[in-house]
């Protein structure tokens, strides 16, 4: 509830302070918390770490889905973009929307 809770105050105040709240919060083991992380991280175009949250969902991602990513944090410090299309896919096929 407060990850979505942070989802939304992004939506209206902006990436930055969605990941201030998300920061605060202890769900490590949780893989949206990381999809989520990653998601604002792109956003503030901070491909490198974005490349390794997203990594580190798909890492944790449930069975079926992690099959479906190709891409990797190493590619993602080339192009965020490549990384940000092929995880996306495991959670609905785009980013969290803007």
Do not use: F
């Not at 939304?8 to 201030?20: K, N, Q, S, T, Y």
């Not at 503030?44 to 770490?49: T, V």
């Not at 590619?75 to 996306?88: L, R, S």
């Amino acid at each position: 509830m407060a990850l979505n809770r942070a989802i939304a105050i992004g939506e209206v105040h902006g990436p930055a302070a969605a990941l201030a709240l998300v920061d605060e919060l202890d769900l490590h083991t949780y893989h949206p918390y990381h999809a989520t992380r990653a998601d604002l991280l792109h956003r503030l175009g901070r491909a490198r770490e974005a490349a390794a949250a997203y990594q580190l969902a798909a890492d944790m991602a449930p069975a079926g889905a992690e099959q479906d990513s190709s891409g990797t944090a190493a590619e993602g410090e080339a192009g965020g973009a490549d990384v940000v299309a092929t995880v996306a896919g495991l959670y609905g096929g785009a980013p969290l929307a803007r």
